[in-house]
Protein backbone atom coordinates (compact mmCIF):
# COMPACT_ATOMS: atom_id res chain seq x y z
CA UNK A 1 0.00 0.00 0.00
CA UNK A 2 1.09 3.52 -0.58
CA UNK A 3 0.87 6.26 1.82
CA UNK A 4 1.70 9.85 2.25
CA UNK A 5 1.71 12.23 5.69
CA UNK A 6 1.76 15.73 6.11
CA UNK A 7 2.83 16.15 9.43
CA UNK A 8 1.76 19.88 9.42
CA UNK A 9 -1.76 21.07 8.95
CA UNK A 10 -0.72 24.71 9.00
CA UNK A 11 1.95 26.79 8.45
CA UNK A 12 2.79 30.58 8.48
CA UNK A 13 5.62 31.80 7.14
CA UNK A 14 6.49 35.70 6.97
CA UNK A 15 6.64 37.23 3.42
CA UNK A 16 9.99 37.53 1.86
CA UNK A 17 11.35 34.08 3.95
CA UNK A 18 12.02 30.54 2.68
CA UNK A 19 9.20 28.52 3.14
CA UNK A 20 9.35 24.69 3.55
CA UNK A 21 6.48 21.91 3.41
CA UNK A 22 7.15 18.81 4.63
CA UNK A 23 5.94 15.31 2.96
CA UNK A 24 7.11 11.54 3.41
CA UNK A 25 6.02 8.90 1.80
CA UNK A 26 5.34 4.81 1.83
CA UNK A 27 5.64 2.85 -0.98
CA UNK A 28 6.57 -0.65 -1.68
CA UNK A 29 8.65 0.00 -4.41
CA UNK A 30 10.14 3.05 -6.15
CA UNK A 31 7.73 6.46 -6.19
CA UNK A 32 6.39 8.90 -8.51
CA UNK A 33 6.06 11.96 -6.21
CA UNK A 34 4.05 15.08 -7.06
CA UNK A 35 3.08 18.20 -5.29
CA UNK A 36 -0.47 19.93 -6.16
CA UNK A 37 -1.50 23.53 -5.04
CA UNK A 38 -5.47 24.45 -4.02
CA UNK A 39 -6.78 27.51 -4.13
CA UNK A 40 -10.17 28.75 -2.57
CA UNK A 41 -13.16 26.96 -4.57
CA UNK A 42 -10.63 25.82 -7.01
CA UNK A 43 -9.21 22.49 -8.38
CA UNK A 44 -5.84 21.48 -8.00
CA UNK A 45 -3.19 22.67 -9.93
CA UNK A 46 -0.07 21.05 -10.66
CA UNK A 47 3.18 22.43 -9.14
CA UNK A 48 5.93 19.46 -9.65
CA UNK A 49 6.51 15.78 -9.86
CA UNK A 50 9.24 13.51 -8.73
CA UNK A 51 10.79 10.65 -11.48
CA UNK A 52 13.65 9.88 -11.68
CA UNK A 53 17.07 11.39 -11.97
CA UNK A 54 17.99 14.88 -9.82
CA UNK A 55 16.75 14.61 -6.49
CA UNK A 56 16.17 18.76 -6.84
CA UNK A 57 12.87 19.31 -8.54
CA UNK A 58 12.59 22.83 -10.08
CA UNK A 59 8.32 23.71 -10.72
CA UNK A 60 5.78 26.09 -11.00
CA UNK A 61 5.96 29.30 -9.60
CA UNK A 62 9.77 29.07 -8.19
CA UNK A 63 8.85 25.93 -6.14
CA UNK A 64 10.81 23.01 -5.70
CA UNK A 65 10.92 19.92 -4.05
CA UNK A 66 13.87 18.24 -3.14
CA UNK A 67 13.60 14.01 -3.11
CA UNK A 68 15.16 12.16 0.10
CA UNK A 69 15.31 8.65 -0.63
CA UNK A 70 17.00 7.52 2.83
CA UNK A 71 14.65 9.93 4.62
CA UNK A 72 11.54 8.98 1.89
CA UNK A 73 10.96 12.72 2.21
CA UNK A 74 9.70 15.53 -0.57
CA UNK A 75 9.55 18.31 0.97
CA UNK A 76 8.16 21.21 -0.88
CA UNK A 77 10.72 24.93 -0.85
CA UNK A 78 10.58 28.59 -1.92
CA UNK A 79 13.32 30.43 -1.19
CA UNK A 80 11.61 33.37 -0.74
CA UNK A 81 7.43 33.77 0.13
CA UNK A 82 4.88 35.69 -1.68
CA UNK A 83 1.68 36.31 0.05
CA UNK A 84 0.12 34.81 -3.02
CA UNK A 85 1.49 31.29 -1.74
CA UNK A 86 -1.13 31.41 0.24
CA UNK A 87 -3.21 27.84 -0.24
CA UNK A 88 -3.60 24.37 0.35
CA UNK A 89 -0.63 22.32 -0.88
CA UNK A 90 -0.69 18.67 -1.39
CA UNK A 91 1.51 15.74 -1.71
CA UNK A 92 0.98 13.08 -3.73
CA UNK A 93 2.52 9.50 -4.35
CA UNK A 94 2.04 6.73 -6.95
CA UNK A 95 4.19 3.66 -6.82
CA UNK A 96 5.91 3.09 -9.92
CA UNK A 97 5.20 -0.56 -10.40
CA UNK A 98 1.33 0.23 -9.75
CA UNK A 99 -1.61 1.86 -11.61
CA UNK A 100 -2.09 5.23 -11.88
CA UNK A 101 -3.58 5.35 -8.37
CA UNK A 102 -2.54 8.80 -7.16
CA UNK A 103 -2.54 8.66 -3.13
CA UNK A 104 -2.82 12.39 -1.82
CA UNK A 105 -2.18 13.49 1.95
CA UNK A 106 -3.95 15.58 4.14
CA UNK A 107 -2.85 18.86 2.79
CA UNK A 108 -0.92 21.55 4.54
CA UNK A 109 -2.66 25.23 5.00
CA UNK A 110 0.46 27.60 3.71
CA UNK A 111 -0.68 31.39 5.16
CA UNK A 112 1.99 34.07 3.94
CA UNK A 113 2.18 37.16 6.44
CA UNK A 114 2.87 40.30 4.82
CA UNK B 1 -7.35 24.23 -23.88
CA UNK B 2 -10.61 24.67 -21.98
CA UNK B 3 -9.10 22.46 -19.26
CA UNK B 4 -11.63 19.75 -17.42
CA UNK B 5 -14.87 20.51 -17.60
CA UNK B 6 -16.88 19.76 -14.63
CA UNK B 7 -21.38 20.43 -14.55
CA UNK B 8 -22.88 21.64 -12.67
CA UNK B 9 -20.66 23.50 -10.42
CA UNK B 10 -23.11 23.74 -7.42
CA UNK B 11 -25.42 21.18 -6.76
CA UNK B 12 -28.41 21.28 -4.02
CA UNK B 13 -30.79 18.78 -3.38
CA UNK B 14 -32.63 16.66 -1.16
CA UNK B 15 -31.85 13.69 0.89
CA UNK B 16 -33.38 10.59 -1.40
CA UNK B 17 -32.79 12.64 -4.55
CA UNK B 18 -30.77 11.18 -7.31
CA UNK B 19 -27.58 13.30 -8.39
CA UNK B 20 -25.47 12.96 -11.56
CA UNK B 21 -22.29 14.98 -11.90
CA UNK B 22 -20.88 15.17 -15.75
CA UNK B 23 -16.86 15.67 -16.39
CA UNK B 24 -15.54 15.99 -20.10
CA UNK B 25 -11.64 15.97 -19.66
CA UNK B 26 -9.33 17.03 -21.80
CA UNK B 27 -9.07 16.17 -25.72
CA UNK B 28 -6.56 13.38 -25.91
CA UNK B 29 -6.34 12.20 -22.11
CA UNK B 30 -7.16 8.49 -22.11
CA UNK B 31 -7.50 8.20 -18.36
CA UNK B 32 -10.02 9.94 -16.08
CA UNK B 33 -10.14 10.08 -12.21
CA UNK B 34 -13.08 10.89 -9.71
CA UNK B 35 -12.57 12.26 -6.26
CA UNK B 36 -14.51 13.22 -3.62
CA UNK B 37 -13.25 16.10 -0.95
CA UNK B 38 -14.58 16.76 2.73
CA UNK B 39 -12.71 18.31 5.94
CA UNK B 40 -12.65 15.37 7.52
CA UNK B 41 -11.62 12.58 4.72
CA UNK B 42 -9.37 14.71 2.64
CA UNK B 43 -8.89 13.86 -0.69
CA UNK B 44 -10.30 10.49 -2.17
CA UNK B 45 -9.81 8.83 -5.52
CA UNK B 46 -13.79 7.24 -6.28
CA UNK B 47 -12.16 5.48 -9.31
CA UNK B 48 -10.50 5.62 -12.32
CA UNK B 49 -10.64 4.76 -15.86
CA UNK B 50 -8.18 4.23 -18.47
CA UNK B 51 -9.58 4.51 -22.70
CA UNK B 52 -12.71 4.37 -21.05
CA UNK B 53 -12.55 0.90 -18.97
CA UNK B 54 -12.61 1.08 -15.30
CA UNK B 55 -9.41 0.05 -13.39
CA UNK B 56 -9.99 0.95 -10.02
CA UNK B 57 -13.27 1.48 -8.92
CA UNK B 58 -12.23 0.35 -4.69
CA UNK B 59 -12.71 4.09 -3.21
CA UNK B 60 -16.39 4.13 -4.46
CA UNK B 61 -18.17 4.04 -1.26
CA UNK B 62 -21.15 1.96 -1.65
CA UNK B 63 -23.26 0.45 -4.08
CA UNK B 64 -25.55 3.94 -4.23
CA UNK B 65 -22.51 5.25 -6.56
CA UNK B 66 -22.16 4.31 -9.40
CA UNK B 67 -19.76 5.99 -12.22
CA UNK B 68 -19.69 5.53 -16.26
CA UNK B 69 -17.59 6.40 -19.47
CA UNK B 70 -19.35 5.78 -22.29
CA UNK B 71 -16.51 7.32 -24.47
CA UNK B 72 -13.77 9.29 -24.59
CA UNK B 73 -15.14 12.70 -23.36
CA UNK B 74 -17.84 12.12 -21.63
CA UNK B 75 -17.73 10.90 -17.84
CA UNK B 76 -21.03 10.71 -15.06
CA UNK B 77 -21.02 10.02 -11.23
CA UNK B 78 -23.97 9.08 -10.40
CA UNK B 79 -25.20 9.03 -6.64
CA UNK B 80 -28.86 7.47 -6.09
CA UNK B 81 -30.26 7.50 -3.28
CA UNK B 82 -28.32 10.67 -2.41
CA UNK B 83 -27.67 11.09 1.64
CA UNK B 84 -26.58 14.24 3.70
CA UNK B 85 -22.93 12.40 4.43
CA UNK B 86 -22.68 12.69 0.75
CA UNK B 87 -22.15 16.33 0.87
CA UNK B 88 -18.51 17.09 -0.25
CA UNK B 89 -16.55 18.25 -3.55
CA UNK B 90 -16.34 16.27 -6.09
CA UNK B 91 -13.50 16.77 -8.83
CA UNK B 92 -12.81 15.17 -11.97
CA UNK B 93 -9.23 14.75 -13.46
CA UNK B 94 -7.56 13.89 -16.59
CA UNK B 95 -4.22 12.41 -17.61
CA UNK B 96 -2.98 12.05 -20.91
CA UNK B 97 -1.44 8.82 -22.26
CA UNK B 98 1.91 7.87 -22.52
CA UNK B 99 3.41 6.25 -19.04
CA UNK B 100 2.12 6.24 -15.43
CA UNK B 101 4.08 9.57 -14.63
CA UNK B 102 1.70 12.17 -15.99
CA UNK B 103 -0.03 14.78 -13.66
CA UNK B 104 -3.64 14.64 -13.23
CA UNK B 105 -5.34 17.84 -14.61
CA UNK B 106 -8.32 19.05 -12.02
CA UNK B 107 -10.96 20.58 -13.25
CA UNK B 108 -12.95 23.01 -10.60
CA UNK B 109 -15.27 20.45 -8.67
CA UNK B 110 -18.88 20.09 -8.27
CA UNK B 111 -20.24 21.36 -4.94
CA UNK B 112 -22.63 19.11 -3.75
CA UNK B 113 -25.11 19.67 -1.09
CA UNK B 114 -27.55 17.21 0.09
CA UNK B 115 -30.24 18.24 3.24
Known amino acids: AQSVAQPEDQVNVAEGNPLTVKCTYS??????LFWYVQYPNRGLQFLLK??????LVKGSYGFEAEFNKSQTSFHLKKPSALVSDSALYFC????????????FGTGTRLTIIP | DAGVIQSPRHEVTEMGQEVTLRCKPI?????LFWYRQTMMRGLELLIYFNNNVPIDDSGMPEDRFSAKMPNASFSTLKIQPSEPRDSAVYFC?????????????FGPGTRLTVL
Open chain 2, 27 to 31: SGHNS
Open chain 1, 50 to 55: YITGDN
Open chain 1, 27 to 32: VSGNPY
Open chain 1, 92 to 103: AVRDMGGNEKLT
Open chain 2, 93 to 105: ASSPAGGNYNEQF
